[in-house]
């Protein structure tokens, strides 16, 4: 069975202050990993997708990293505008076309200003 | 674009009642997936379809789900009857053919079965 655990359940840092958030996984053979940001009371937003070890992707302060067993997403000199709930899901080899996700519980991040 | 949307946005009901909850993808999109978010377990896939039809739905909890998608443009989540252990925020998402693994969220429709 896939699983996905994310570290810390929730973190609070003040506005500049860099953190990362850890997502670990097993799964069966990874065909990718998800991040997605989710704001309150809405649908969870696309962020990234990282399909093999060693690989990276930015978009504005976030980065995203991959290894065997986790992916990080790194928060770089974050704004309260970042705050939201971070979702981290993993999607498991099949026979091709779309498949369905698993996540992990989330990160709830507060950037104070 | 008017990205995906669900309707009703919120529904309370009474246990034993039926509810409906529906789902326009994204045009274009061929994937569409069911979700259930709640506190204690988190986002869940219920069922999938690709080109409209059923992938996977080991997900669906019980018997009492059920989903259907007539056409590519439609999908509806229903379940007979409903109990408390139900409410949930229930969201749908669809994929495209070119970029299958992105999915794109609905708003959500947030379920209170008493």
């Known amino acids: 069975e896939d699983q996905v655990t994310q570290s810390p359940e929730a973190l609070r840092l003040q506005e500049g202050e860099s953190s990362s958030l850890n997502c670990s996984y097993t799964?069966?053979?990874?065909?990718?990993l998800f991040w997605y940001r989710q704001d309150p009371g809405k649908g969870p937003e696309f962020l990234f997708t990282l399909y093999s070890a060693g690989e990276e992707k930015e978009k504005e302060r976030l980065k995203a990293t991959l290894t065997k067993k986790e992916s990080f997403l790194h928060i770089t000199a974050p704004k309260p505008e970042d705050s939201a709930t971070y979702l981290c899901?993993?999607?498991?080899?099949?026979?091709?076309?779309?498949?369905?996700?698993?996540f992990g519980k989330g990160t709830h991040l507060i950037i104070q200003p | 674009d008017a990205g995906v949307i669900q309707s009703p946005r919120h529904e309370v009901t009474e246990m034993g009642q039926e509810v409906t909850l529906r789902c326009k993808p994204i045009s274009g999109h061929n994937s569409l997936f069911w979700y259930r978010q709640t506190m204690m377990r988190g986002l869940e896939l219920l069922i999938y379809f690709n080109n409209n039809v059923p992938i996977d739905d080991s997900g669906m909890p019980e018997d009492r789900f059920s989903a259907k998608m007539p056409n590519a443009s439609f999908s509806t989540l229903k379940i007979q009857p409903s109990e408390p252990r139900d409410s949930a925020v229930y969201f749908c998402?669809?994929?495209?053919?070119?970029?299958?693994?992105?999915?794109?969220f609905g708003p959500g429709t947030r379920l209170t079965v008493t």
């Open positions: 799964v069966s053979g990874l065909r990718g």
């Open positions: 899901a993993v999607q498991a080899t099949s026979g091709g076309g779309a498949d369905g996700l698993t």
């Open positions: 998402a669809s994929s495209p053919r070119t970029c299958p693994d992105e999915q794109y």
